[in-house]
Structure formats: structure tokens, C-alpha cells
């Protein structure tokens, strides 16, 4: 995605955000939104409502299990009878029943969390005639509050907010220290801060190495392409002049890759439309936070709750869902002991694959995998 020139909205972030949502679905007779009980998802089908003027709009949750046990599908349903939405159809996905492979792409293989089942929901979707699926895609990235926010917070709310904001960041990646760090770094040189950055926020990628589940001699070509990158990035920093809160800002959002349909209906985020985009990033990031709000997830989620009219926020949920066990349980899908193209191919180690235990790393070899079978499919010869 090209680099978007902040421009303010006359009207603010929710008239931007309406207007993103009406432009994507004008010539739409049936407007479906993805919904998983978040508030991104939930401010979308909000003003899918809001914009359907008498056409018919339906939501679409997958039967996920939360890291707490608890389906996601009451959720959903509790939601929208407390924000007034009780007259919306729902539409259930079950993970058990409905898997269905995603739309093959020249492009390359799908990265996205669960690929078959958001394929599922697209072939749901056709179903019932909708002519756009739109999400909340983009919005954590966009929306999110940044690291190292301590001292424009502390400027723009005070010394009490800046505290506030410390104690909900402190469990996150380089927590307090980093916050100091990051107020030290204000005096250093533009390529030492932007390197000091880098060491604090991804201390994992300082010195990256490829996963050893692939293969030689992709493993090296991967490590080595990796390391420009790394220098690329903090060179780009620097070159900006970008304070630390700037730089993980700007890490958060890019580099974003567009991804395309995973089946036969129009997808679409109205948080990843130009006029939004610019909106978003003409917000200053101080005003990303809100320290009056309740909870932690509330307050560093405040720019989405602004998208929303005020009767639905007593409604909300103020803790946020992981689904860290059912991303597991998709890549334990992958036969490592079988037959696969990825290691026939040279591409894959099979002997570190099988010893392999990140979930991460396993999903991706999943969608390599299910690519290189859509490929032959599509007529290609794999030497």
C-alpha cells in the first residue's frame, strides 16, 4: 500500500469513517459485514446500518472459541440485541463443517489467520447476495496507541494521564524501561535513536535470522534479505527524523500488503480506504489514548470507540478476545509427517519441520503448502 498524505476531515474521524462506509457499499443491494464481538468489526456493521437506507445487511461470525473457552457466537448476538442491531440476521460459521479452500492467487500464498474459514464466510456470503463483505481489517494497525507515548501524553493530558498510560503499557514489549529509553533518545543523533529504537522494539530482528525450517539455500537468501530490510527500515527512521513513538506508529500500519478476496464476493475495510487513511493519520498520537476511559482496552482503543454513537458504548466489552488456541489448532492441521510439496520441492526442511512447534511459522508453511497445490491445479510445472 502506497503512503497516505495526512489530511483532517472537516467533519472528524466518525463523519470520515461513515463516509468510507457509504462509499464502499453505494451500489450494493445486500451488504454483509464480518463480525467477531470487536469493536472494529462492530463499528463497521454500525454504520453498514446506518447507511442501508432499507437494504438488507448481514452479519457473519465464525464459531471461534475464545483463549477463555467462551464462543464467540453469543457474544456477537449479545452485542448487537445491547447496541439496538437485535433485528440484524446472523449468520454462523461452524470451523467443524464449513471449511472451504480460499481463491487461489498468482499473487502468492494467503497469509491472513484462517484462510479457510474466511473463504467460508465469502462463499456464505454469495449465498445470500451480498455484493460486499466489508470487515474491520486495519484498524488495530491504524488506530492502535503506540509505544513510547509517555511524554505526549504527559503534554497533552498531564502528568496523571502520562502515568495512566505507563501502567497500561508496562506489560508490553519493552515497558517502562522503554518508555525511559525512549525520552533519553530525544537528545541523541537521528541514526543512533533510530537504531536504539530498533533494538528496544524488535530486539528479535536486530540481528534476524530465517526460521530453520526452511530449506538451503532459502534459508540464507531469507536471512539475507532480512538484514536489508532491517537497515532499511532504521535508515528510513532516521531519514525521517521520526521520534520513537513516530517510528512504532509507522511500524504498526506499513509496510501493509493488500490482500485479496478469498472467495467470489467484493471484500473491503473502510478503514483502509484512502479518505480514512488520511483522516487516521492526521490524528495527533497523543489523541490516540484516553485516560478517562474505564479499562485498558477501552483507553487504547478510544479512536474506535469515538466511531461509535454514545448509546452503544455502555454495551461494549471492555476486555479484548484472544484466539491463540484456534490458531494453534489450524496449523496442528498440517501433516508434517506426509507427503508435502513444500519439502518435495527442496523448499522446507522436513527433518526441522517436524520438530517445528511455532505456531506462526506452521501457518505459513500451511499456505505455501495449499498454494503450491492451487498452482499445479492452475496448470503450473513445480521443477
Known amino acids: 500500500m502506497r503512503p497516505v498524505v495526512p489530511a483532517a476531515h472537516p467533519g472528524g474521524l466518525r463523519a470520515t469513517f461513515a463516509a468510507s462506509v457509504a462509499g464502499l457499499t453505494e451500489r450494493a ?14 463499528a463497521t456493521l454500525v454504520h453498514a446500518c446506518a447507511v442501508a437506507d432499507g437494504r438488507r445487511v448481514i452479519a457473519f461470525t465464525v464459531a471461534l472459541t475464545d483463549d477463555q473457552g467462551r464462543s464467540c457466537v453469543p457474544v456477537v448476538r449479545k452485542l448487537l440485541r445491547d447496541v439496538g442491531l437485535a433485528h440484524v440476521e446472523v449468520e454462523v460459521i461452524d470451523p467443524a463443517r464449513h471449511w ?9 500464498p494467503r497469509l491472513d489467520a484462517l484462510p479457510g474459514l474466511n473463504a467460508a464466510v465469502a462463499q456464505r456470503a454469495v449465498s445470500r447476495g451480498v455484493e460486499v463483505l466489508l470487515s474491520g481489517l486495519g484498524s ?7 509505544r513510547y ?9 498531564g502528568l496523571r494521564a502520562a502515568a495512566r498510560y505507563a501502567g497500561d503499557v508496562a506489560r508490553s514489549g519493552p515497558g517502562l524501561l522503554g518508555e525511559a529509553l525512549a525520552v533519553a533518545a530525544r537528545v541523541m543523533p537521528a541514526q543512533a535513536s533510530a537504531g536504539a529504537y530498533w533494538a528496544a522494539n524488535w530486539p ?31 535508515s528510513g527512521h532516521a531519514g525521517a527524523g521520526r521520534s520513537w513513538v513516530q517510528a ?4 504498526a500500519f506499513y509496510p501493509h500488503e493488500a490482500m485479496g478476496p478469498a472467495g467470489d464476493v467484493v471484500e473491503a475495510s473502510p478503514f483502509l480506504t484512502e479518505q480514512f487513511l488520511a483522516a487516521a493519520f492526521a490524528v495527533p498520537l497523543a489523541d490516540r489514548y484516553r485516560p478517562d476511559l474505564p479499562s485498558g482496552y477501552w483507553r487504547c482503543k478510544s479512536l474506535v470507540l469515538s ?16 484466539y491463540s488456541a484456534a490458531m494453534a489448532h489450524e496449523a496442528a492441521g498440517l501433516d508434517t509427517s506426509g507427503p508435502l510439496l513444500v519439502t518435495e520441492t527442496g523448499l522446507i526442511d522436513r527433518a526441522h519441520l517436524a520438530r517445528e512447534t511455532d505456531t506462526a511459522v506452521l501457518l505459513v508453511v500451511s499456505a505455501i503448502e495449499r498454494w503450491l497445490i492451487g498452482a499445479i491445479e492452475h496448470g503450473a510445472r513445480i521443477n
Open 29 to 42: 443491494d445486500t451488504i454483509g459485514v464480518s463480525v467477531s464481538g470487536g469493536l472494529d468489526s462492530l
Open 100 to 108: 472451504v479452500d480460499p481463491r487461489w492467487s498468482a499473487h502468492g
Open 140 to 146: 488495530d494497525e491504524l488506530l492502535g496507541v503506540p
Open 149 to 157: 507515548a509517555t511524554a505526549p501524553i504527559a503534554r497533552r493530558y
Open 204 to 234: 528479535e530482528w536486530c540481528d534476524p535470522q530465517a526460521t530453520p525450517v526452511l530449506a538451503e539455500p532459502y534459508r540464507g537468501n531469507a536471512t539475507h534479505w532480512a538484514r536489508s530490510w532491517v537497515r532499511e527500515q532504521v
Open 248 to 251: 512504532d506508529a509507522h511500524d
Open 307 to 322: 466511531l461509535l454513537p454514545d448509546r452503544a458504548i455502555r454495551a461494549l466489552p471492555r476486555t479484548k478476545q484472544y
